[in-house]
T-cell receptor
Framework: AQSVTQPDIHITVSEGASLELRCNYSYGATPYLFWYVQSPGQGLQLLLKYFSGDTLVQGIKGFEAEFKRSQSSFNLRKPSVHWSDAAEYFCAVGALDSGNTPLVFGKGTRLSVIA | DAGITQSPRHKVTETGTPVTLRCHQT?????MYWYRQDPGHGLRLIHY???????DKGEVSDGYSVSRSKTEDFLLTLESATSSQTSVYFC?????????????FGSGTRLTVV
């Protein structure tokens, strides 16, 4: 069965500092991977996705993520965090080889940004 | 989110009463999903639909039922609400199998069972 682990429940970074949010997945088949962001009181918004090809993918709001098959990871990065990036971030995995199987989400990482 | 609306946005109900949440889409997407979000648990799938009258259970389906009689509407019903069903409920849609395009989420319904 698919599973997603986000090891960090809460991360605090200073504005302007770099950010890396970790995501590890478990799935035997070819995975496809997503990062979503949720601002307080809002639904989830897609940041970026990976299906195949270049393992470094660019997303919206200056975010990028790198797929590392050997480490079963899909970590999200941003070189310089802005206060508006404070939100909850979810990693999700799906199976490229399956039919209707829904995405599986991690439990999320809450990001706080301090001045 | 454009093209997907959830109603109501907030609801307080009493234990033992039935509750129906509605998800409406204008995107003509085939797939629709209901998730609940709780602190420490992230998003957990309740039920999903892969077409009109075609639904399947997710990991936390006990106490919930769904119906999809039209492409645009996916209803989630709590037959007899319990306090453990106090949560924020999100609907999501996707347009292709395997969700290659990712999901589009609604703004959520905050349900409180007292």
């Amino acid at each position: 069965a698919q599973s997603v682990t986000q090891p960090d429940i809460h991360i605090t970074v200073s504005e302007g500092a770099s950010l890396e949010l970790r995501c590890n997945y478990s799935y035997g088949a070819t995975p496809y991977l997503f990062w979503y962001v949720q601002s307080p009181g809002q639904g989830l918004q897609l940041l970026l996705k990976y299906f195949s090809g270049d393992t470094l993918v660019q997303g919206i709001k200056g975010f990028e993520a790198e797929f590392k098959r050997s480490q079963s990871s899909f970590n999200l990065r941003k070189p310089s965090v802005h206060w508006s990036d404070a939100a909850e971030y979810f990693c999700a995995v799906g199976a490229l080889d399956s039919g209707n199987t829904p995405l599986v989400f991690g439990k999320g990482t809450r990001l706080s940004v301090i001045a | 989110d454009a093209g997907i609306t959830q109603s109501p946005r907030h609801k307080v109900t009493e234990t033992g009463t039935p509750v129906t949440l509605r998800c409406h889409q204008t995107e003509n997407h085939r797939y629709m999903y209901w998730y609940r979000q709780d602190p420490g648990h992230g998003l957990r799938l309740i039920h999903y639909s892969y077409g009109v009258k075609d639904t399947d259970k997710g990991e936390v389906s006990d106490g919930y039922s769904v119906s999809r009689s039209k492409t645009e509407d996916f209803l989630l019903t709590l037959e007899s609400a319990t306090s453990s069903q106090t949560s924020v409920y999100f609907c999501a849609i996707s347009d292709v199998g395997r969700s290659l395009g990712g999901y589009t989420f609604g703004s959520g319904t905050r349900l409180t069972v007292v």
